[in-house]
């Protein structure tokens, strides 16, 4: 074990490298470097594979692999086996060949992307596109799956997930959705979203943002607060976890709706334990609970009247142009506005959702062979006219608009659904464990959530598979049934 | 030939790697990252030894030295198969037992060493000094040597330099520049160095010393300027070099003087040829040649009067307090003044070098086993006293100033001293070349030095080894009289 557990701390130091690699690239890196960057990259991935594909050359792992078996080893010893051996026949099953093609065709593919949304023109994507999801099918196969290949694909990312039961989760969650959006559009006043628009010096917005992650327990001793074009969190260790944000100077809450989010991901990374850094015991578990956090904390903790009755007063006292002028009540009204648009991104918390089935319904088909690549734009036109009720202009607007699919990265998309679902019904788990939540966030006092999500979800690591973790933390297995709640109650006065 | 061109490049990934994990640490780095990225350090450390030990295991490269013995290969790939020989050779002379030894004794010494100094207490220093000195003659006996075992040390830096004429070169260096300083002494009027003090906002020095960097031709798109406590430059590749420099809100050039220093060795890194990556042909050739590169610009050219014709100007508009006060004249004479002081960074031009003469023979002599690691402050002081002519009062101002004996690096501090005397003796062979090159100089065509050095110097990589380089470019082998020469040339005026 001791043996097992050390090659998985080299494994995953190799990752670790390749994130820094990826950092520097996305934050710092001066633009020339980019090529040397590349192959770095390259380099240091393939040393990760290598590593991986070779773990059990002794047979250690096979070995404990019986004992998990013949029940001899139990517990932590044995998610620690079980889980290693299946990343292990992941990797295993896929040729090198393979991988590299793969790597290629993405590499290139993302170039020619930019091109064609520069462009506006799907034409001139739809070859490679179609050779992706050629790669993506023989992946599934290669893999290995029992009803859908889209099973193979969503299992990297949310494992032990089945198509199946995202469809049915997102088909209810569809239901849902649609009419009630209508609804709020039928009743709905006109929410005039540009009174929190303003003037605020960047070096006042990073001190504002910087307040708010730590607030929320981020430990700048543990990580850093950088900034990027698009926001993301990247992990080294526990000990050296690290967010960007982004800033328009006419517009806080831009920022500060990045920062919630990316603090949220990042608390789950500080809240590994680093004594299993390496194993899956130290790891996140999966894609989907990893944005539940994030979403918890931009969403229901973040958009909520307790957090902003703390928060509202010292945004004020910093800013105080505009929002002397904007009552607490008018500004959640405002950051809760619900309006559909064309861009993912850009989304609202009803109309996301609906951005996420659109791509989640196209992919699954496209991986299932049951559509073909060259109709996507009117497939997607027409979905976005169904869902949203609006009509997209253009590509470049529409089925053009993300980069995943130009990266290969089919199974990814349902994975933002989830975590709002799985944020929902933690929260609701939450509520029903801390009766006076609400009162203790209003207070400022964010370490009793984040507490419970640390001892709940982020110490666990992979101890659980998702839908199990889900289970044990909320009684229940993943179900849309909080998110609808949820909405229904922070939309129930408008609708009303 | 391409199959081992393939593999360096490999090599050079990894070492380009490690060098964005330190330069990381140096610059950015949360503080409780520190112990996950030694381990990440020492994992791409371990991998980089592996391969380049690994390189001939196909034979390959065995094969290319016969074709090189044989004169069937010539020129620049001989110089290939040559090098890679020797750094493979000598890597493969030290088992991994003996190298991981060092590297746990260098980094447990660094850290007793950062507690003596603090303490002030030689003697907590020495058990680990002891040990470093026993590890290095062994390193030195397992490479094999001539004549002293410090020529096995001094060649990891300075290829093919020996003991014996560093010796000589400095000796005569000694012999010029003890009576030279108590000249200096006697005769030299009060400078007050103080009128150039001043307050100089951070944001604007910062601008400043960029302009300064990209005068001198430095490409911020194939590199970085940041801040660290220490300046220092680092490259994974020519396509980003980075350097660092560091600010004192009163003392404006005590960054100037870092930021010459720093591009003038990124000129160097960026100069190398893209092409030959990896390659020795795409590789500095020496840590001297290195050093004389940024001395060069930071001694001979930016302590010059042709440069200050050109910048004092710029400077004064920059900051006309408190430039407009001082005249040119005065300026040169204050960045130029010279005072035996007690801490080697701080030095002067004339006195620099007597700091570096102190340790290269203590060094030498505990590598060659003459003196005993515990008589070193003794040593260290009575030298001080006899060279600079001034007391030590504690070991934290004498023999525990420097951390490169913590890490191991014995045979680096000459380097120092013949970048200086390289730098004399180059840029005395530029005059010659390019005879109105001060008038380029004072009307800011720096293009015209960088481009020189690039042609002699950068482009040419490992192609010569360090004497025959400067043989090539000068005319003659490296001496210390063009350093003398030049010291005597300018301060000819305070001096008669």
Redesign the interface.
């Known amino acids: 074990m001791a043996r097992l557990k050390e090659r998985l701390?080299?494994i995953a130091?190799?990752a670790?490298?390749n994130a820094?690699?990826e950092w520097?690239q996305e934050v710092?890196?001066?633009?020339?470097?980019?090529?040397?960057?590349a192959?770095?990259i390259a380099?240091?991935s393939g040393?990760h594979h290598q590593k991986l594909i070779s773990i059990d050359d002794d047979k250690t792992l096979s070995l404990l692999r019986k004992d998990v078996e013949t029940k001899k080893l139990k517990g932590e010893g044995a998610v620690m086996v079980t889980d290693t051996w299946r990343a292990y026949e992941r990797e295993r099953k896929l040729p090198e060949a393979f991988v590299r093609e793969l790597a290629e065709t993405t590499s290139k593919a993302h170039l020619v992307w930019v091109e064609a949304r520069r462009a506006n023109e799907f034409k001139r994507f739809l070859p490679m596109l179609r050779k992706i999801v050629k790669l993506k099918r023989k992946e599934a196969e290669l893999v290995g799956f029992k009803k859908s290949p889209y099973d193979a694909l969503l299992d990297a990312f949310e494992p032990g997930l089945t198509t199946e039961e995202v469809t049915t989760m997102f088909d209810d969650l569809k239901d849902f959705l649609v009419p009630f959006l209508k609804q709020l559009q039928s009743v709905k006043g006109k929410t005039d979203t540009k009174r929190i628009l303003g003037t605020f010096p960047l070096e006042r917005q990073r001190d504002f943002n910087r307040f708010v992650a730590e607030k929320m327990g981020f430990?700048?001793?543990?990580?850093?607060i950088d900034e990027s074009v698009h926001p993301f969190t990247t992990s080294?260790?526990p000990?050296?976890a690290r967010i960007t944000t982004r800033y328009k100077a006419h517009d806080l809450m831009y920022s500060v709706g990045s920062t919630l989010h990316e603090t949220g991901h990042a608390l789950y990374e500080q809240g590994l334990r680093a004594e299993h850094?390496g194993t899956p015991l130290g790891e996140a578990v999966s894609l989907g609970v990893h944005e539940s956090q994030s979403r918890l904390w931009e969403n229901n903790i973040g958009k909520g009247a307790p957090f902003w009755k703390y928060l509202y007063p010292k945004l004020q006292a910093a800013f105080p142009e505009p929002f002397r002028q904007v009552p607490l009540k008018d500004f959640l009204r405002i950051v809760n506005n619900v309006t559909p648009s064309l861009i993912r991104t850009e989304a609202d918390e009803v109309t996301y959702n609906l951005h996420i089935l659109i791509r989640f319904e196209i992919e699954r088909e496209l991986i299932e062979g049951s559509i073909d690549p060259k109709d996507l734009p009117a497939i997607w036109n027409e979905k976005v006219k169904t869902y949203l009720g609006i009509p997209v202009p253009d590509d470049r607007l529409g089925v053009l608009q993300d980069t995943h699919w130009s990266q290969g990265l089919f199974g990814y998309f349902p994975t933002y659904t989830l975590g709002n679902l799985y944020a929902a019904q933690l929260y609701a788990a939450m509520e029903r464990a801390i009766p006076n939540l609400s009162k203790e966030i209003a207070k400022g006092a964010l370490s009793v959530p984040r507490e419970w999500l640390r001892d709940q979800i982020h110490a666990k690591g992979k101890r659980y598979a998702p839908a199990e973790l889900m289970k044990r933390v909320t009684g229940e297995y993943p179900t849309s049934r909080y998110f609808t709640e949820y909405l229904k109650a922070k939309y129930a006065a408008p609708v009303a």
């Open positions: 701390s080299d130091q190799l670790s490298v820094l690699l520097d710092l890196m001066p633009a020339k470097g980019a090529d040397a960057r192959a770095a380099l240091v040393l430990d700048t001793a543990a990580g850093r080294f260790h000990s050296d850094f």
